[in-house]
């Protein structure tokens, strides 16, 4: 069993930056593709970026692509998603999650998942 946990979320002006991180407990980190996704009040949660268990490759959402970097630390169990260049429509709660397989950008191939972060980037 994964236990993860996001931080980093805060209140930010557009063209601002942030920088999320997700710790992970419970399991051997490195086993692990992990994800970013976020979600609005009545929307259904889309795909962020994703990162290979190496941290040799990753994907991210065009929304996103060139502003957005994700990362590991396996020794630091640890995934962080680096966020340049805000946007109003950025603001989310955003998740990190983890699967014992691949990267993927589907949501529903996900084992594990945290509580989220808010993220809110004012105009």
């Known amino acids: 069993q994964v236990q993860l946990a996001e931080s980093g979320g805060a209140l930010v002006q557009a063209g601002g930056s942030l920088r999320l991180s997700c710790a992970a407990s419970g399991g051997t980190f490195s086993s692990y593709a992990m994800g970013w996704f976020r979600q609005a009040p009545g929307k259904e949660r889309e795909f962020v970026a994703t990162i290979r268990k190496s941290g040799g490759n990753t994907y991210y959402a065009d929304s996103v692509k060139c502003r957005f970097t994700i990362s590991r630390d396996n020794a630091q169990n640890t995934v962080y998603l680096q966020m340049h260049s805000l946007k109003p429509e950025d603001t989310d709660a955003y998740y990190c999650?983890?699967?014992?397989?691949?990267?993927?950008?589907?949501?529903?191939?996900?084992?594990?998942w945290g509580q989220g972060t808010q993220v809110t980037v004012s105009s």
């Open positions: 999650a983890a699967r014992p397989s691949w990267e993927s950008v589907y949501e529903y191939e996900y084992t594990y």
